[in-house]
């Protein structure tokens, strides 16, 4: 039974009281052990997360609470058309730049894992859009899309290739594309060096025997490497998309959301309106709204990322 | 099938020469082994053959093609590998399909080949089970299935069984001779276990340090070995080597350590006081009463024979008795060489001396 206690002797169960129980038991004492995180994470995920939600229910504003307005602010948001277009732009952003980052880094990952001159050189050179904080990339993306001082209109102008400068931030496309471009000029380390951990734990004698086999490059990639990496690929996709989705530094120092409203994020929208605009149950409201997209974008990865039939299986090592 | 023919073959890593001038040949249907302590170059030979390292100078032929240039896949070989080299995310039925589903072979031609490979290996139950679902031997046998399945002109094994228990091993070993007596593929194996080699070979090439020491039938190598590495590598428990000097005045005799004579048949090489290596294996001592006197050390009896470990002069030998002599270390025993069958080998070359 389970009243032996670990000096052999055993004592009957009236001895002892509950406490002494509730530090003996198993399943009590793996409680105590989850407890802390437990806290963590009601404290500063759940506890945020619902009140999140429970204000976008009511018509807060900054300096008084509200009082509860069912779907009034949803409503409202609606028949937003702002709100509307930053769903578009966010929709936009996520999704070409993802695929973009992917691509990218992918490639640049299976690059790096070539015999190349001054390998550890260019994998660290690879980091460093990673490494650079946010804001002060930002800052520099700022300057190279300056209407007037743009090192980019500059070059292009000496080669003779346009006549006068580009409006990268002052123009609906424009913008969009130049925010899109500063964003996977960021995220595509992350990418490409997670991917290349992942193409490192192939072993090089699988190449070998598919080499043998008569497989060529094209098709090492395309039966060995691709699959086999697929796990890794849905691992780092899915936090690509999140951070994506719900970026707001870059866009912030950028481009404010402007021009018109054409890079206007949900995340930098919600903040516009709720702290800037001090109505905390519509931003709230606005952040509430992208909890589905990413919900859906976790089931997606959930599914391709549900460990493979060859991964699991008996094990007889 | 066909032949494979290496000629003169040098391979160096950078500025590191690792094969140091090569020839083989290997007869159409031949099983060769290569065999030799590890670090010795066999891995990098057997590569070579495959296509999977570029050699540095010489010529590998297969059948009537010199291949020095040509790609893995042009060169019609399959690999076995010590680590299987199974793909981890296909079933063994796809694992054996891969290399004719490249070349785009017919659903059905594919099916009947990846049956019948089964068929011999036994792996029928097995198909449509992941590489990670299977025991040690059953991928091993996978690997094999998966070279069996392309007919191809030279099988080559990379220590296959060194992953195995020992007495799988054995089994596996016996597998792989079986299968070659079959299908009569030419092929080359790499082990460092000189009874695989012995047990599995048509011939045995013993290389050392990226040189081929010895060619031959695996008895050749056992009664002739051509050095004393060869004689030291090959039979188990290893030779004796003793020590000392040829006798021509009066009868030729070889006289050890301590002023021991040891027995000797014809040795047309060498004068009198030759410096020299006497070469006998444990199982070719016999009590005698005109032998050299040896101290025992320790006994020990496997059930089917007893291994003697003694002194005799100066020297620590083994002594393999079939007969259950009940020795005691510390016992003073009397042992002869069998002079037809002791090795002569030159002090200072170490090349053999006798015929
Ligand atoms: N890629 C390489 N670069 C440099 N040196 C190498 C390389 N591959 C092998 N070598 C060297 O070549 C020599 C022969 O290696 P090889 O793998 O052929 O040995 P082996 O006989 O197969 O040994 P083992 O029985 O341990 O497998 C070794 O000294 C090894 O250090
Ligand atoms: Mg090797």
Redesign the pocket.
């Known amino acids: 039974m389970a009243d032996v206690t670990l000096n052999g002797t055993p004592t009957t169960p009236r001895a002892r009281s509950a406490w002494q129980r509730l530090k003996v038991n198993r399943n009590w004492l793996g409680l105590w052990f989850m407890l802390p995180a437990m806290a963590f994470l009601v404290l500063f995920l759940a506890y945020p997360l619902g009140l999140g939600v429970w204000i976008s229910f009511t018509d807060a504003r900054i300096g008084r609470g509200g009082a509860f307005v069912g779907l009034e602010n949803y409503e409202w948001l609606w028949d937003d058309s702002v709100f509307w277009l930053s769903v578009f732009n966010t929709l936009l952003y996520t999704t070409v730049a993802s695929a973009i980052k992917f691509a990218v880094g992918l490639y640049l990952a299976l690059l790096l894992n070539e015999n190349l001159p001054f390998k550890a050189i260019l994998r660290a050179v690879v980091l460093i859009p990673f490494i650079v904080p946010t804001v002060l990339s930002a800052i520099a993306f700022w300057w190279l899309f300056d209407s007037q001082f743009s090192i980019l209109s500059w070059s292009l102008r000496k080669l003779g290739l346009i006549s006068t400068n580009i409006d990268f931030l002052g123009d609906v496309w424009n913008a969009r594309w130049s925010v899109i471009f500063a964003n996977i000029w960021r995220g595509v380390p992350f990418v490409a060096v997670t991917l290349l951990a992942g193409l490192q734990t192939v072993s090089p004698s699988l190449y070998e025997a598919a080499t043998i086999d008569g497989a060529n490059r094209w098709q090492i990639f395309r039966y060995i490497t691709y699959p086999l990496l697929t796990p890794i690929i849905a691992v780092v996709m899915t936090f690509s998309v999140l951070f994506t989705f719900t970026d707001f530094q870059l866009i912030w120092v950028l481009t404010r959301g402007g021009p018109v409203n054409a890079t206007q994020l949900m995340a930098t929208l919600s903040y516009q309106r709720a702290i800037l605009g001090g109505h905390l149950g519509e931003g709230a409201a606005i952040s509430t709204a992208m909890i589905p997209f990413l919900l859906a974008a976790i089931l997606i990865s959930w599914f391709g990322l549900q460990r493979r039939k060859w991964q699991h299986g008996e094990n007889n090592d | 099938m066909a032949s494979v023919a290496i000629r003169d073959v040098r391979k160096a890593?950078?500025a590191?020469p690792?094969i140091h001038g090569v020839d083989v040949g290997i007869g159409d249907g031949e099983f060769v082994v290569l065999v030799?302590p590890?670090?010795?170059?066999?891995?990098?030979?057997l590569r070579m053959i495959a296509g999977l390292e570029n050699i540095t100078s010489g010529e590998i032929r297969i059948g009537d093609r010199i291949v020095n240039d040509l790609p893995p896949k042009e060169r019609d070989v399959a690999m076995v590998f010590q680590n299987y080299a199974l793909y981890p995310h296909m079933t063994v039925a796809a694992n054996m399909a891969f290399s004719m589903k490249l070349r785009g072979a017919a659903r059905s031609d594919i099916d009947t080949r990846v049956k019948r490979a089964a068929d011999i290996l036994g792996l029928g139950p097995y198909l449509d089970r992941y590489p990670r679902q299977l025991s040690g031997g059953q991928r091993q046998r996978v690997a094999m299935g998966r070279a069996i399945v392309r007919d191809p002109q030279v099988f080559l094994f990379d220590?296959p069984l060194s992953n195995l228990d020992a007495k799988l091993r054995v089994q596996m070993r016996s597998e792989i001779k079986e299968l070659h007596q079959r299908l009569k593929t030419t092929t080359v194996y790499?082990t460092?276990d000189q009874i695989e080699a012995m047990t599995m070979a048509d011939k045995i090439v013993v290389m050392h340090d990226g040189r081929v020491e010895q060619i031959g039938a695996p008895l050749e190598l056992y009664d002739k070995p051509r050095n004393l590495f060869v004689a030291g590598f090959i039979g188990s428990p290893a030779m004796n080597f003793l020590p000392g000097k040829l006798r021509r005045n009066g009868a030729l005799t070889f006289e050890g350590a301590n002023g021991i004579r040891l027995p000797l048949d014809a040795v047309p090489l060498g004068s009198d006081g030759r410096a020299a290596v006497y070469g006998v294996r444990p199982e070719h001592f016999t009590l005698a009463d005109d032998g050299a006197e040896a101290e025992i050390q320790l006994v020990e009896p496997t059930g089917a024979e007893i291994q003697v470990l003694a002194k005799l002069g100066g020297a620590d030998i083994i002594a393999v008795f079939r007969e259950r002599h009940l020795f005691k270390p510390g016992d003073k025993i009397r042992l002869r060489p069998d002079p037809k069958l002791a090795h002569l080998f030159d002090a200072g070359t170490g090349e053999r001396l006798n015929i």
């Open positions: 890593f950078g590191t690792v030799g590890s670090g010795c170059g066999k891995s990098t030979l220590e790499v460092h």
